[in-house]
């Protein structure tokens, strides 16, 4: 597990074997916040795992114990929850709370679902040899390919073949597919608004209205680390069910929507005449050397999009109607030589594409009389249908109004779970200050969160750090 360890062996089993799901009404209580806490460290351990490229514990067991299809449905609730319950806390007139960082961390919990799931999905892509094996090539040091190659270098044994991870999720896997369908819906419709908004200083007196817009910026994220969710099960698209290729091809039409987000490209922007791209949760400036480089996150489009068209499985079940050959047809501008040298076996695309615009299309059709569906998200919302106030006023008076000595205490279990020597060493590069962005080394001496490359932007970054720093620094010392 490498030098650095947060959980041993056994505690990570004990861990793992807890995980259940909770109700609605339940989020936010004492078990659920344990639970919560045990699946950060849970996903801290993956990271260093991956990171370490020796073995995967985490992995291993969550696939062993079955508790892939618990997080699917603990994902869609938490996502549940933030459409029906979350609303209507923010509209309650006489919820004033004093802390609103209960709140952020129920919202904060389908991110660490989904990442989990990702680290998951990722160590276990490639055991054996793949068409795609070439891309990893010129991806696998931006992030876009799985560590398979580090483990084969390391003479480690070889993860699972990729589909015992989409069989251990059983029929949940159509339920997640459907989530990430939602999610790449939500950024193609965000593309046309600019994508995301900065994080700016508060411009809100109402707590709640300064958590709606942290809640609006996670959104975004937890979207692109479903696009990576989505192009790990197309890894294993020759191995998934008829229904769930169906789901994919038919029901979604999955390659359409991944042509819309390759024209749109929500995480790249023109500001001020300079090219940003959406990394590690922020907004940065490419230089003009990277600029014809493929990002992360157009890598997983195109992989995917190589897994829905080229394999046999796929494409003997696809229906290319003439809406289908029409948005596929415009990946053509997009295949230009500096592509293809970066993704050599996109070559094969290029000549499906060519193929396809001498062929007719075809009528639409329906392969299958019975399918199987998704079921959580319908369960759930048939199970809470018209209680949706009931369970905020009841969260409101039993969990997200604590005393100021149960918030000190979780706030201590918080400080606990998030080591700053592990958050360091899960950190995908070297720091970065948090005034212009360049590579930092300096950190602030009074609540050590923040980095600074020199002292000068240390001092024109104070008045927006200020306000987080004081109130952080006194807590530390309350401890």
Known sequence: MGDLELLLPGEADVLVRGLRCFQLREMGSGGWNQQHENLEKLNMQAILD????????????????????????????????????????????????????????????EASIINLLETVFFHKVRRQPCPLASLGQGLAARGVVSVWEGHQRQNVSPPPAPQEVCESAEDTILDLVDYCHRKLTLLVAQSGHGGPPEEEESQYGNPMQELQKQAELMEFEIALKALSVLRYITDCVDSLSLSTLSRMLST?????????????????????GKRQQFERGRWQTVSPSEQQKLSKLDGQVWIALYNLLLSPEARARYC?????????????????????????????????????????????????????????????????????????????????SPSEQELRLQAR???????????????????????????????????????????????????????????????????
């Open 50 to 109: 991956a990171t370490a490229s020796q073995g995967e514990p985490i992995q291993e067991l969550l696939v062993t114990h079955g508790k892939i299809p618990t997080l699917v449905e603990e994902l869609i609730a938490v996502e549940m929850w933030k459409q029906k319950v979350f609303p209507v806390l923010c509209r309650l007139e006489d919820f004033k709370p004093q802390n609103t960082f209960p709140i952020y961390m129920v919202l904060h919990h």
């Open 252 to 272: 979604h039409n999955l390659p359409c929507l991944l042509v819309e987000l390759l024209e749109h490209s929500p995480w790249s922007r023109q500001e001020g």
């Open 320 to 400: 290319l109607t003439s809406f289908a050959k029409g948005q596929l047809l415009k990946l053509r501008a997009f295949l230009t030589d500096t592509l293809l040298d970066q993704l050599p076996n996109l070559t094969d695309l290029q000549g499906f594409l060519d193929h396809l615009a001498l062929t007719e299309a075809q009528p639409p059709k329906k392969d299958l009389v019975l399918e199987q569906i998704p079921e959580i998200w319908e369960r759930i919302e048939r199970e809470n249908r018209g209680k949706w106030q009931a369970i905020a006023k009841h969260q409101l008076r039993h969990v997200f």
């Open 413 to 479: 279990r918080w400080a606990e779970t998030y080591r700053l020597d592990v958050l360091e060493a899960v950190a995908p590069e070297q720091p970065r200050c948090a005034y212009c962005n360049a590579e930092a080394s300096k950190r602030c001496s009074r609540c050590q969160n923040e980095w600074y490359c020199c002292r000068e932007c240390q001092v024109k970054h104070w008045e927006k750090h200020g306000k987080a720093c004081v109130p952080a620094a006194q807590g530390d010392r309350a401890k």
